[in-house]
């Protein structure tokens, strides 16, 4: 199971993870899904103080644990939250 996953499962009511990336940037966000992009995997998560942003991470495995590495390119940017957009249409409210 992953580091993120296994924070997920610890947490009781809400689904505030804290990630800290590989800029050494740490913060606290709202988990909303995992999302998989052929053999990569993606966290989608929403800063605690914004109004509804998004921030996509990619999460990388190692044998030390997890790295989260901030999605800037617009394509992969774009195509994670396609998949996000569709797993979760009947969750949130996208328009």
């Known amino acids: ?10 947490e009781e009511e809400t689904a505030v993870v804290t990630i800290t990336d590989t800029d050494g940037k740490t913060g606290e966000y709202e988990f909303l899904d995992l999302v998989f992009l052929g053999d990569r995997q993606f966290a989608v998560v929403s800063p605690t103080d914004s109004d509804g942003d998004v921030v996509i991470f990619r999460v990388m495995q190692y044998e030390a644990g997890e790295a989260y590495i901030r999605v800037h390119d617009d394509v992969t940017l774009l195509r994670v939250f396609d998949v996000f957009r569709l797993k979760n249409e009947d969750e949130f409210d996208f328009d």
């Open 1 to 10: 199971m992953s580091d993120l996953l296994d924070q997920l499962n610890d």
